[in-house]
C-alpha cells in the first residue's frame, strides 16, 4: 500500500477478514453501464475465491422459482437488458466456472397494467423495494450462514446510511440481519452526467504511479482516504479510477 491506496483484490480480502458479507456495486444508468465496474468485479470474485467465498448474490439475477432465490447454476438466458451485455454475462460466467452458486434477492415486482408508471419512481415504492432486497439477503444468509457472502449490486443500493428520505438496501441489511458488511463503492469517480467532475482529476494526478501499477483501478478504506472520499460515511472503502465513462 501507498499512503493507504491498494490493490482491489487487497481491498476485498480485507473486506473478508473484517466481514461475512461483502456489497460491491456497478455504476449503470438505464443500460449505459461504466464496464470498467463490471470488469472489476471479475477481479473482486477471484479474490474473494481466494478467501474461500463460493457464494454470489446479485441485484441483476431473476429469481430461479417463485419461492426460492437459489441457488442458479447457469447464465440466465435473457433476450435483453444487463443480462444480456456481454461485461455481465462474463462476471457471471467467472463465478461459475469456479464453482460458485448465485442467487437472486430483487424484490418481486408485480405490477398491475393499470399501475401509474410514476408510482414506481416514488419514493415509497424505492423504499418498499429496499426493504424487499434487504430481507431477500437476509434469507440467503440465513440459509447458510457459516458461509461468507460477496454481494453485487447497482449503484447506492448498498449505502449504509439514509439519505434524505431514501432508506437503502445496506441499512436495512445491516439492521434487520446484525452483520455490518463491508460495502465497497465503484461509483465514486465515474461521470454519469458527462466529463468527471474538476475534483476527480485532482484526486488521480498523484496517483499516476500506482494506478498505473493495478491497471487503472485502485481502491482505498474509507478511513485512510483524502477528501472528499472520506466524507462518505455510508461505505467502508472506495475505489477509484481512470476509466469513468458509460456505454
Same mark, same amino acid.
Given at each position: 500500500?501507498?499512503?493507504?491506496?491498494?490493490?482491489?483484490?487487497? =481491498?476485498?480480502?480485507?473486506?473478508?477478514?473484517?466481514?461475512? $458479507?461483502?456489497?460491491?456495486?456497478?455504476?449503470?444508468?438505464?443500460?449505459?453501464?461504466?464496464?470498467?465496474? +463490471?470488469?472489476?468485479? /471479475?477481479?473482486? %470474485?477471484?479474490? @474473494?475465491?481466494?478467501?474461500?467465498? +463460493?457464494?454470489?448474490?446479485?441485484? #441483476?439475477?431473476?429469481?430461479?422459482?417463485?419461492?426460492?432465490?437459489?441457488?442458479?447454476?447457469? $447464465?440466465?438466458?435473457?433476450?435483453?437488458?444487463?443480462?444480456?451485455?456481454?461485461?455481465?454475462?462474463?462476471? %457471471?460466467?467467472? #463465478?461459475?466456472?469456479?464453482?460458485?452458486?448465485?442467487?437472486?434477492?430483487?424484490?418481486?415486482?408485480?405490477?398491475?397494467?393499470?399501475?401509474?408508471?410514476?408510482?414506481? =419512481?416514488? %419514493?415509497?415504492?424505492?423504499?418498499?423495494?429496499? +426493504?424487499?432486497?434487504?430481507?431477500?439477503?437476509?434469507?440467503? &444468509? #440465513?440459509? #447458510?450462514? @457459516?458461509?461468507?457472502? &460477496?454481494?453485487?449490486?447497482?449503484?447506492?443500493?448498498?449505502?449504509?446510511?439514509?439519505?434524505?428520505?431514501?432508506?437503502?438496501?445496506?441499512?436495512?441489511?445491516?439492521?434487520?440481519?446484525?452483520?455490518?458488511?463491508? /460495502?465497497?463503492?465503484?461509483?465514486?469517480?465515474?461521470?454519469?452526467?458527462?466529463?468527471? *467532475?474538476?475534483?476527480?482529476?485532482?484526486?488521480?494526478?498523484?496517483?499516476?504511479?500506482?494506478?498505473?501499477?493495478?491497471?487503472?483501478?485502485?481502491?482505498?478504506?474509507?478511513? *485512510?482516504?483524502?477528501?472528499?472520499?472520506?466524507?462518505? @460515511?455510508?461505505?467502508?472503502?472506495? $475505489?477509484?479510477?481512470?476509466?469513468?465513462? &458509460?456505454?
Amino acid at each position: 500500500m501507498v499512503d493507504g491506496w491498494c490493490s482491489v483484490e487487497e =481491498l476485498v480480502q480485507w473486506g473478508f477478514a473484517h466481514s461475512s $458479507v461483502v456489497m460491491a456495486n456497478e455504476a449503470h444508468n438505464g443500460l449505459a453501464r461504466c464496464i470498467r465496474t +463490471r470488469e472489476v468485479g /471479475v477481479r473482486m %470474485i477471484e479474490a @474473494a475465491h481466494e478467501a474461500g467465498v +463460493r457464494r454470489l448474490a446479485m441485484e #441483476a439475477l431473476p429469481w430461479p422459482a417463485e419461492d426460492s432465490p437459489g441457488p442458479i447454476w447457469a $447464465v440466465p438466458e435473457v433476450p435483453g437488458g444487463y443480462l444480456a451485455q456481454p461485461d455481465m454475462r462474463r462476471l %457471471i460466467t467467472v #463465478a461459475l466456472e469456479k464453482g460458485w452458486s448465485l442467487w437472486a434477492y430483487e424484490a418481486v415486482i408485480e405490477a398491475a397494467a393499470s399501475t401509474d408508471p410514476a408510482e414506481l =419512481l416514488s %419514493i415509497e415504492f424505492t423504499n418498499w423495494r429496499e +426493504r424487499e432486497q434487504a430481507a431477500n439477503l437476509c434469507k440467503v &444468509l #440465513a440459509a #447458510a450462514p @457459516a458461509e461468507p457472502l &460477496l454481494v453485487w449490486c447497482g449503484n447506492g443500493h448498498a449505502y449504509k446510511a439514509a439519505i434524505d428520505d431514501w432508506v437503502p438496501m445496506g441499512w436495512h441489511f445491516r439492521t434487520t440481519s446484525g452483520v455490518d458488511p463491508f /460495502v465497497i463503492d465503484q461509483t465514486v469517480t465515474v461521470a454519469f452526467d458527462g466529463p468527471p *467532475q474538476p475534483w476527480v482529476q485532482a484526486l488521480l494526478a498523484p496517483l499516476g504511479e500506482i494506478l498505473a501499477l493495478h491497471g487503472g483501478t485502485v481502491g482505498i478504506l474509507r478511513d *485512510q482516504a483524502p477528501a472528499p472520499l472520506n466524507n462518505q @460515511a455510508d461505505v467502508d472503502a472506495l $475505489v477509484v479510477s481512470t476509466e469513468n465513462t &458509460l456505454t
